[in-house]
C-alpha cells in the first residue's frame, strides 16, 4: 500500500514524517541521503529503527502510545 506525504492514518503520518528525520549517523557522521527508518508496532508502542549503512549503528525510537500524552525514547546500539 502507497501512502501520501500527509498519509491517511496517524500510523502513517507519522511514519511519513521519520522518513525525513535524522539520517545523519552520531556515530560516525554519515548522512544516509537514501535511507529510513523501519517501523514497527505492538499498539501501545511504535518502534523506528535505523542503521546506518556505514558503521552498522542502530538507532531506535520508541513512541509510547499508552498515555494520553505520547512519549517519545531514543536510545543507540552499536
Not at 16 to 33: A, F, I, K
Not at 39 to 62: F, M
Request: a negative charge; glycine letters at 8%; one cysteine or more.
Amino acid at each position: 500500500m502507497t501512502h501520501t506525504a500527509e498519509g491517511t492514518t496517524p500510523f502513517e503520518r507519522l511514519t511519513s514524517h521519520m522518513e525525513g528525520e535524522d539520517l545523519v549517523c552520531p556515530d560516525c557522521g554519515y548522512e544516509d541521503n537514501g535511507g529510513e527508518w523501519k517501523a514497527k508496532t505492538n499498539g501501545s508502542q511504535i518502534l523506528y529503527r535505523h542503521l546506518c549503512p556505514s558503521c552498522g549503528a542502530v538507532r531506535k525510537r520508541t513512541f509510547d502510545l499508552s498515555d494520553k500524552a505520547s512519549t517519545v525514547a531514543e536510545t543507540e546500539e552499536d
